[in-house]
């Protein structure tokens, strides 16, 4: 099958305008994206990217079908018969609209389309030929996102997971932003090559998602994934559809049982796995999954990795002081946090080894822009990112 196509139990995002979601594909499965009800089965082989609009389901006035089409028209093709010179005149006293909630209702559970809805508003509003030319595209535009019919199917992307997840809850991702994101991969020079260490303490998988993605599939390098529950937050792993044989490479261990077996179970993990036929009578015990997992951290950290990262809702001198001896020299480590003053903490206790030198503290400052003719500005609502300290180990 086209690796393009969309198969029944991928991981997929369906947009509507600027809203997003994620939604794993099940058989006879539907999804509920705000208001709106849709049955998914009609998008299974088609292509990613491709738009589907809303139609409603026979029999059913809240349940909606998607069927494939190839473009969407737009709300401003509406003609419209003249416009005001000011709104001085205009007084919003909620009696300017001549549907009833009931009728607009009823127009929305016959057929949703938006045009023809917005049309419909516009020719009974009292007011609205005496608005502004501006202020008839925003009221279009405002309508048109309420009763908006299509949604686009879109492949996982590990921009797309950081947007949406610092969207849903920045505290999911310990605040990670996408323009942060993109400075921890560049810093920590993450490559389809040697052993790469990471501590994540709860960024829903976006961080181990970004670095597996980095690293790539048909090659050597290995991820150690280092987190301090019993199991790690894997959502945005997942999410990303990875091959097995990438998800192989990927060892997820939790901090203090893998330095257990590092420092008291040398021999275990030492000594080559043997193989030979298991008899059907033998009673010896297995080794639970977890084990296995220690062992090939440990014969990975023996050697040294090429990067460490670390984002931590904790306090990161004490982890970064355990993980920073298997960092080799001539390599970076990247810590990120929501805040200043524990990176200022590991600054200076870095700053008093003699193996680090270049350390420093960045932090982004990331503005979207509203793009339109005589109306470009930066967006109202602006978010601040965390900080990243970065630091060169020296070859001893």
């Not at 009823?106 to 419909?120: A, P």
């Not at 961080?207 to 790690?232: D, F, R, T, Y």
């Not at 033998?282 to 999954?289: E, F, I, M, V």
């Not at 904790?314 to 080799?328: A, G, M, N, T, Y």
């Amino acid at each position: 099958m086209d690796d393009n196509a969309i198969k029944v139990g991928d991981f997929v995002i369906v947009q509507r305008q600027g809203y997003t979601k994620l939604h794993k594909l099940k058989e006879h499965g539907t999804l509920s994206l705000g208001s709106f009800n849709m049955e998914m089965d009609n998008i299974v082989g088609e292509k990613y990217s491709d738009t589907f609009q809303m139609k409603n389901y026979p029999g059913s006035k809240k349940l909606f079908t998607l069927e494939k089409v190839d473009e969407i028209p737009s709300v401003l093709s509406i003609n419209i018969e003249k416009s005001g010179a000011d709104n001085r005149n205009i007084t919003d006293d909620g009696q300017s609209q001549n549907l009833t909630t009931e009728e607009i209702a009823k127009l929305k559970s016959e057929e949703l389309n938006s045009n023809n809805i917005v049309g419909k508003l516009i020719t009974n509003s009292r007011t609205f030929n005496e608005k502004t030319e501006y202020s008839q595209e925003k009221y279009m535009k405002k309508k048109e996102k309420k009763y908006f019919e299509y949604v686009q199917i879109r492949r996982p992307t590990i921009r797309l997971l950081a947007t949406m997840f610092y969207r849903q809850d920045p505290t999911k991702t310990l605040g990670i932003r996408s323009d942060d994101l993109s400075q921890i991969i560049t810093y920590s020079n993450v490559q389809a090559q040697g052993t790469h260490l990471l501590y994540d303490s709860g960024t829903s998988g976006l961080l181990p998602a970004a670095l597996l993605n980095q690293i790539g599939a048909q090659n050597p390098a290995h991820l150690v994934h280092v987190h301090p529950g019993n199991e790690c937050q894997k959502s945005a792993i997942v999410a990303m559809n990875f091959p097995q044989e990438q998800l192989a490479r990927c060892i997820n261990v939790n901090l203090y049982s893998v330095l257990r077996c590092f420092y008291q179970n040398k021999d275990a993990y030492n000594s080559e796995p043997q193989c030979k036929k298991i008899k059907l009578d033998d009673s010896a015990p297995k080794k639970p999954g977890w084990q296995i997992e220690n062992e090939k951290a440990c014969r990975l950290l023996e050697v040294g990795v090429d990067s460490l990262v670390v984002a931590a809702k904790e306090h990161p001198v004490s982890i970064v002081d355990q993980l920073v001896r298997f960092l080799k020299g001539g390599r970076y480590l990247v810590v990120f946090s929501a805040t200043r003053e524990p990176l200022q903490d590991l600054y200076n206790h870095l700053k008093e080894r003699l193996d680090f030198i270049y350390i420093r503290i960045v932090s982004n400052f990331m503005r979207s822009y509203q793009v339109l003719p005589d109306r470009t500005h930066p967006e109202v609502n602006m978010t601040s990112g965390g900080y990243v300290l970065t630091g060169f180990k020296l070859v001893s």
